[in-house]
């Protein structure tokens, strides 16, 4: 993998703790199993780096989610934040239960009008973050899928968080391919799934 794995495991973050504590079956289940599924998320908010959500997320206090992964938006790294069989909060939904939720960081350039639309004042600078961020995820998403014996083709083995939604196992999100439309390239799920499979 030509990707880098730098772990930065969010030790303080509530979700490990419950983990760790294996509060109820749903953590003891995941733990013992592992990935059924993979989650791809992006942050819905204009920062490249990974490191940003670190600091904010790795707080016993933090009331929020808490993922797997971060792809960084400036250099492609994978920032590890959670073993990949711990059960994360990423989706909003029962598919926690089952799928490693990962999520790439998002242009510096990008500007929300609200949380579904964006403006960019770059987009040529815009699309090369994206394209880095996409292509760490079809390394990342192959390597796990190999170490878990996943077919990234099966019918909901790699699903976006949008997909999810439509599936009834994931809150009301449009990532991450509303990234991808908003700045006018041609990826789609489809496409990450087959860029996924011929890279396993």
Known sequence: MKTEIIQCLLTNNPCYAE?????DVRYAA???DGPKGLMLHSVGRS???ARTFIEEWND???EGP??????DAEDGKVYQTLPWNFRG????GTSNNTHVGVEMCEPGCIIYIDERKFIC???EAARASAERTYEAAVELFAMLCREYHLDPMAEGVIISHKEGFVRGIASDHIDPE???EGLGMEYTMDGFRKDVAESV
């Open 19 to 23: 983990n760790v504590d294996q509060v």
């Open 89 to 92: 909060w990423h989706s909003g």
């Open 47 to 49: 920062e490249p780096r």
């Open 121 to 123: 004042t770059d987009p």
């Open 30 to 32: 995941f733990q013992e």
């Open 60 to 62: 016993e206090a933090f």
């Open 178 to 180: 509303h990234l991808w």
């Open 66 to 71: 808490c993922v797997h992964a971060f792809i």
